[in-house]
């Protein structure tokens, strides 16, 4: 069914101020890229497919484009599936044309324009010259057809329109009987039609273009008030069409000539829905338009089941022709009652037979068809494949069986995705307490749980009235009994009720709790005591319905509701997100005219509360989503009347601000171990730009960020974020239009291959085709790959290591915890030296004169050693201490560098090019000169990171993960890659 991202919601729901517009694109930057492995997660299908193209080169190559979610590829006759969106910056695809000689390009239409691949869709341009300026708050160029000339292969037409007749305020621009061409395959482009006013004027609406393929310049147009033809290329038009219907409100549909015979046309025609008398169905011409005369295909209502409404949608939104044969042609109905299907004629249209018979439709079934595109294989004869509203179909034999190419049914009743991800997904959430299973709430099509990270999933709606189960909003889970969650189900698209709802067998089965008060379909879900007795906390923002929005408590799990006032909670009324941090509260509200966001506070279950008021002086836009660590309170927010939308961060639990991200809607924000996790959709409701970066991680909380980039994941239309409770490299990613993600942040990690070790990962150094890594109470070498060859197990607190002629020397931090002064004089600095080889003890060396607790250790190349020390009692806080020694680890000299406060000191200490590189545990990294140890720069990236491994063009980073499912604590160590940029390299000075 129609499918709406969060942005295109909120665009029609808020009044966005242009000033802040501009500004966010003054202020945009381009982050630089993360490579992350991807993976898509869903059932398959789910939203309008509006184009379908059988490559006439390739018989099983397929191009499919969706209402929302871009442009897919099929290589295997529609057997699987690849999302392609790279640079196809709006995810509106209507038509996809491709060139009659070179595979290779593509040119398709969308909301936002053309878009051109020469690459057979992995990547994408979107050329400008010649096309209206684009708008910022709707769609200056939408486009609804492009059509290749088989006569001159170059050469191209695009026509502007809307699919299905969208009458909106951000599609208006768009209506004014537009076309262009590019006679260079796309690359430019100009308006034909500017001295005709016949088609170009407001409100005229092209929905479909036929040139003549034996005269390229006489061109016929279906629009929404009437047929045109021109016979000068575009310049002049003139009303044609005796003999169609006349009626009120007519629209024609679609239109197609036989290549061959090309004064042999067909066109769907239908009047409104509810007018009367409803005519519809196919006309044909047989003189290139001048008149026409109706078919015999089925009229409405005439294959209805009995009991259904007389004027249900129901008309032929597309036909193709056989470019052949005048006297075969192909059409599809759309009614959302009744699965009619696909027609054809051989006989010019005297008459029409049913060709579709789907016995085994696949999971969509909740639905009648509606046509949403039509293809007919030029390089495979009797093969067509059907776009619906959700679904892809396909024949090889001209209709006699059909198969479904939009999912995988498998023989335990599950799905399993195959690429076609076309849904909107509204919430992702995994299980705290069991790995790999996920919990899945889409627009229209309700709620899935999948045991297996998304392989496979199973739609769980038992209990769920019919009227409520459009969509799940939000999922949350019970602390003490991993079975128990509570969801909010509801109707997105109608008046936005919605319903409370709770399972006791893991999301199977849902029993409804509303219990009264008016819950709402935009609902997030906050837990604040998980076990017995539940307190649970629902907001609910009535975008469009006001008196659905609220703040609503239940100290009894949801068997009773507590509405909050807003004598008590000035925001109660008009909240946008809520979340707990350890039993305290917080719930965001939305910008004013003149006033930007609020944040209150409340710390007993809700009864009193108090406001961050640091944060109303930011003048942020409407508070989307929290992710709090520690005293850390990240706010994702979006641009609205006077408020800024982006990234906000408090590192003093809601004392004082900071805005780290500029953009127009920040949709979503995590923490993923050091990492900040933020989303930011592209704006769905204008034509494409700057705005939008897709997922974007920082790792110095918001002060750089990296923009995550994978194979089909690219600017994604990110809607929500999870984070694997037991792998913090792993997210959940829901998009407006592609369905569920799994993202690796850290794909091409070395990880040890043979087991966790206990005591967390201090450094790592590399020796030839070896690695070191020092665990707290380990030594292990590795392979590059990760694979353990030898180990040795130390009690002491080890912390840096280096290798030098064949001998492995560890800084040994010794005592863990906090020492005081006196006892570390007792305590020299001490450094083992292990063989490098098998890894057995060769000596325990004791620095006089040092006696700070080591975190980190570098030899030079003058043979020197340097030691960083982790913070001692007598350094202040903003001050760092490193010793230097001689090669035979004797004291040098003691330095002290001062710093912004840090929590430990030096954590890694890294000779590269020249310089030393002191990588501070809670500050950023300090470069110094490695001779004279003067000062150089400061740079981001230290992550709070153990070990460093530097290269030719990159650096590899240690981290520790505890394994959540293991007692006691047992610890995953990698070493994952980071660009030279965040340590100051730039291209030129590699």
Known sequence: MRQTTCAMVMATLFAVSPLLFSEAVSLGEVFPEQPVGVKTIGPGGGGFIDALLASRHNRNRFYAGCDVGGFYRSDDAGRTWKILNDGFSNGMCHSIAEHPKNPEIL??????????????GLHWTNPTNGFPVARNFGYARPIIEVVFDESNPDHVWAASGCPRGRTGESHKAGRMGRIFESFDAGATWKQINDESKVVTKKGMEIRSISPNMKNPKDLLVATNEGLFRSLDGGRHWSAIGSGLPDCEGLQLECISRCDAVPEVIYLTARADKGKVPRKCGVWKSVDGGATWTETAMPKDGSLQYAGLWAHSYWSYPHIVADPAN????????????????????????????????????????????YSGALTVSKAHPGSVAWGTSGTIYRTDDEGKTWRQCYTIERADGKLEGNGLETICSQCVYADLYRRDRL????????????????????????????????????????EDDPDRV?????????????????STDGGMSWNVKTNGFVCGAWAQIAVVNGRKPYVLAVVRTGYERRERSGTTISYDGGDTWNEVSTNALPIAKRPTAIAVHKGVILVG????????????????????????????????????????RGKTIAVAAQSVNCGKGGVYVSRDAGKTWKQVLLDWCSSSIRFAGADLIAGCPKPGWRDPCELGYGLVVSSDF?????????????????????????????????????????IDLEPDAIRLKDGAYGGHLQDVCRAGDCLYWAHTRTILKTDLKGRVLASVKDPHHNAGCRVKDGKLYVAVCRVGGRI????????????NIYDANDLHLIERKFVEGAFDRAGSLEILPNGNFVVGCLRPPDVREDQVRFYVLDPQLKLISRREIDHTPVKLGIEVIKYFRGDLFLFLYGGKTIRLDAETFAEKGRHAGTEGQIGCVMDKDCYWVGKCRVRKDTKPEVFDSCLVRRPLSRLGFSKENK
């Not at 509570?486 to 709770?502: K, T, Y």
């Not at 409340?602 to 942020?620: I, N, T, V, Y």
């Not at 690219?714 to 592609?738: K, L, M």
């Open 486 to 502: 509570w969801a909010v189900f509801g109707r997105w698209g109608a008046d936005e009720s919605g319903i409370f709802c709770e």
């Open 326 to 369: 005048p006297d075969v042609c192909w059409a599809a109905s759309a009614s959302w009652l009744t699965p009619n299907g696909v027609f054809k004629t051989v006989d010019g249209g005297k008459s029409w037979q049913q060709k579709f018979d789907m016995k085994h439709r696949g999971w969509l079934n909740m639905w009648g068809f």
């Open 107 to 120: 040119v398709a239409g969308s909301d936002g324009g053309v878009y051109v691949s020469r690459d057979g």
């Open 589 to 628: 509200s939305g910008a004013g005219k003149e006033k930007g966001a609020r944040i209150f506070a409340s710390k007993d279950l809700g009864k009193s509360w108090f406001e961050f008021k640091s944060f109303g002086e930011m003048k942020a836009g409407n508070v989307r989503e929290f992710a709090i």
């Open 820 to 831: 005081s002064k006196e006892a570390m004089k007792e305590h020299p600095l001490q450094i």
């Open 702 to 742: 918001g002060e750089t960020w990296r923009q995550c980039r994978g194979e089909g994941f690219y600017r994604a239309q990110i809607s929500h974020i999870a984070v694997d409770p037991f792998d913090e490299s792993r997210v959940f990613v829901g998009t407006g239009g592609n369905g569920d993600y799994e």
């Open 439 to 478: 919990f899945l709430g889409f627009n229209d099509v309700g709620f899935f749980v999948s045991d297996d990270r998304g392989k496979s999933l199973t739609r769980a709606m038992k209990g769920i009235p019919p009227r409520f189960s459009n969509s799940c909003f939000d999922l949350k889970q019970a």
